[in-house]
């Protein structure tokens, strides 16, 4: 490989790739590798900060784009509903009957008073407006308008509820407030291929926390969108080679082998903690915090910890883990979804994120963390948890359900409210790596398209 030319340059040592080839039951899609050099020119300080930038996104981007407002199962019944806010917009979205989800907007026909409070989940027969009582059935369709001899000149099509885009793919339920957005399909791009692979629709909701974050919601998620930090912030080798895939303008992806890690890799890191002596893979096999167990001849850190979790999860949850590669079950694996969104298909790192402003401030956000578990074959889906939510000040590790996890989401945000000042501060941009920074890159010539900018 020619090194010199921009965005050719990679980490010393294996690949994720060799790593992956290696593994006989690896799944084609995270075979396949794509990458294109999307430029070096700095990040403007002010797209995190500007609150002039900050309204054109709520005018051009938010009301534009498909954004996941919940899963199937939160609509269960009929007249299930769910709230969905995003700065002044807000929509809700609810089931019909057995194989209707609608959405509409928040708002009464009438004189537009907003129909539901709170955002959150709830149950309705149908929807009256609190201030004059004008109601509707569950497909938007006028239930009743007191004094309807006063309005001869409304009708049925004129004053239904507004209707709002929604679909459905992977059990998620999307909306797009576009009256004329393109189809969900044609956004997903490789997404429904790839996910057919590792099926979203069978995987449970364990467990979901929402936490304030005191920061522009760019730079929240772009904490989550490279591997580059794992060193510093994690004090951790892994994803120091992690391989990052650009599938086009709405979809991006890392893998990052957990368990596995080069020394050489790390040849331009300071210090020589990781690399002199390199661990053996006993040691890996204490990092994967299993302590008690003896390496056999021609047994891997990973091949134990991957075998190791399909007998858990078989015996604690009847799900057969035996055609799962190593890979799918160990490795942090990560589509992003433009504008906001984040998918896992692994089984050890099965998480869904969501990052989307808090109200109207641009230096705060709202992060939604779901832990999406696998269902055995034939079970249907639980009623979700209710989210848990924590302020800025608090820490993740009051979540006792997040275990171990919860230190490392302490650790992936507690630089966040030192980010975003240092925006404030800065004369100059953010500096991307071309390769380690390049989904952060993307995300933001897209934003630009959709700005006009």
Same mark, same amino acid.
């Given at each position: 490989?020619?090194?010199?030319?921009?965005?050719?340059?990679? *980490?010393?040592?294996?690949?994720?790739?060799?790593?992956?080839?290696?593994?006989?039951?690896?799944?084609?899609?995270?075979?396949?590798?794509? $990458?294109?050099?999307?430029?070096?020119?700095?990040?403007?300080?002010?797209?995190?900060?500007?609150?002039?930038?900050?309204?054109?996104?709520?005018?051009?981007?938010?009301?534009?784009?498909?954004?996941?407002?919940?899963?199937?199962?939160?609509?269960?019944?009929?007249?299930?509903?769910?709230?969905?806010?995003?700065?002044?917009?807000?929509?809700?979205?609810?089931?019909?009957?057995?194989?209707?989800?609608?959405?509409?907007?928040?708002?009464?026909?009438?004189?537009?008073?907003?129909?539901?409070?709170?955002?959150?989940?709830?149950?309705?027969?149908?929807?009256?407006?609190?201030?004059?009582?004008?109601?509707?059935?569950?497909?938007?369709?006028?239930?009743?308008?007191?004094?309807?001899?006063?309005?001869?000149?409304?009708?049925?099509?004129?004053? @239904?509820?507004?209707?709002?885009?929604?679909?459905?793919?992977?059990?998620?339920?999307?909306? %797009?407030?576009?009256?004329?957005?393109?189809?969900?399909?044609?956004?997903?791009?490789?997404?429904?291929?790839?996910?057919?692979?590792?099926?979203?629709?069978?995987?449970?909701? @364990?467990?979901?926390?929402?936490?304030?974050?005191?920061?522009?919601?760019?730079?929240?998620?772009?904490?989550?969108?490279?591997?580059?930090?794992?060193?510093?912030?994690? %004090?951790?080798?892994?994803? *120091?080679?992690?391989?990052?895939?650009?599938?086009?303008?709405?979809?991006?992806?890392?893998?990052?082998? +957990?368990?596995?890690?080069?020394?050489?890799?790390?040849?331009?890191?300071?210090?020589?903690?990781?690399?002199? !002596? !390199? #661990?053996?893979?006993?040691?890996?096999?204490?990092?994967?915090? +299993?302590?008690?167990?003896?390496?056999?001849?021609?047994?891997?850190?990973?091949?134990?910890?991957?075998?190791?979790?399909?007998?858990?999860?078989?015996?604690?949850?009847?799900?057969?883990?035996?055609?799962?590669?190593?890979?799918?079950?160990?490795?942090?694996?990560?589509?992003?979804?433009?504008?906001?969104?984040?998918?896992?298909?692994?089984?050890? +790192?099965?998480?869904?994120?969501?990052?989307? !402003? #808090?109200? %109207?401030?641009?230096?705060?956000?709202?992060?939604?963390?779901?832990?999406?578990?696998?269902?055995?074959?034939?079970?249907?889906?639980?009623?979700?948890?209710?989210?848990?939510?924590?302020?800025?000040?608090?820490?993740?590790?009051?979540?006792?359900?997040?275990?171990?996890?919860?230190?490392?989401?302490?650790?992936?945000?507690?630089?966040?409210?030192?980010?975003?000042?240092?925006? @404030?501060?800065?004369?100059?941009?953010?500096?991307?790596?071309? $390769?380690?920074?390049?989904?952060?890159?993307?995300?933001?010539?897209?934003?630009?398209?959709?700005?006009?900018?």
């Amino acid at each position: 490989m020619d090194n010199s030319k921009p965005g050719s340059a990679r *980490a010393e040592g294996p690949s994720v790739a060799d790593t992956l080839q290696s593994d006989p039951s690896i799944d084609a899609p995270l075979l396949e590798n794509s $990458y294109a050099f999307l430029g070096d020119a700095d990040i403007p300080a002010e797209r995190y900060t500007s609150e002039a930038f900050f309204k054109q996104e709520m005018q051009q981007l938010w009301p534009n784009a498909w954004q996941w407002v919940c899963r199937e199962e939160h609509l269960q019944d009929q007249g299930d509903n769910q709230v969905y806010d995003i700065g002044d917009y807000s929509v809700i979205v609810t089931r019909v009957d057995d194989n209707t989800i609608k959405a509409y907007l928040n708002s009464c026909t009438h004189r537009n008073t907003r129909l539901l409070g709170a955002e959150g989940s709830g149950y309705s027969q149908g929807f009256t407006c609190p201030f004059h009582g004008w109601s509707w059935h569950l497909d938007g369709s006028i239930n009743n308008i007191p004094g309807r001899w006063d309005f001869p000149h409304v009708s049925e099509e004129s004053h @239904k509820l507004q209707e709002v885009n929604c679909e459905i793919w992977g059990g998620f339920v999307f909306i %797009n407030i576009d009256p004329d957005a393109k189809p969900l399909a044609q956004y997903l791009d490789v997404l429904p291929e790839h996910f057919s692979h590792f099926p979203l629709e069978r995987r449970r909701i @364990k467990l979901h926390v929402q936490k304030k974050l005191p920061c522009n919601w760019k730079a929240a998620q772009e904490a989550f969108m490279e591997a580059y930090h794992n060193f510093e912030t994690h %004090n951790s080798p892994n994803g *120091a080679n992690a391989q990052y895939d650009i599938f086009g303008d709405y979809v991006s992806r890392f893998i990052h082998n +957990i368990g596995n890690y080069s020394p050489q890799s790390l040849s331009d890191y300071p210090g020589d903690k990781w690399r002199d !002596p !390199p #661990l053996t893979e006993q040691q890996m096999l204490e990092m994967l915090a +299993i302590n008690d167990r003896v390496l056999e001849e021609g047994e891997t850190a990973r091949s134990v910890a991957a075998q190791m979790t399909r007998d858990n999860f078989k015996a604690e949850l009847g799900v057969d883990l035996s055609n799962t590669s190593d890979s799918l079950i160990l490795d942090s694996i990560e589509y992003h979804l433009f504008p906001n969104m984040f998918f896992f298909p692994g089984i050890l +790192i099965p998480m869904v994120y969501r990052f989307r !402003p #808090l109200g %109207n401030d641009v230096d705060s956000c709202i992060f939604d963390l779901m832990i999406m578990e696998p269902l055995p074959e034939g079970a249907e889906h639980p009623e979700p948890p209710e989210p848990i939510l924590l302020e800025v000040e608090q820490s993740y590790t009051e979540v006792e359900a997040l275990g171990w996890l919860g230190a490392i989401y302490d650790e992936d945000t507690d630089n966040l409210q030192l980010q975003q000042q240092g925006f @404030k501060t800065s004369r100059k941009g953010a500096t991307l790596g071309n $390769y380690q920074e390049s989904r952060i890159r993307r995300v933001h010539l897209t934003l630009e398209k959709f700005l006009n900018l």
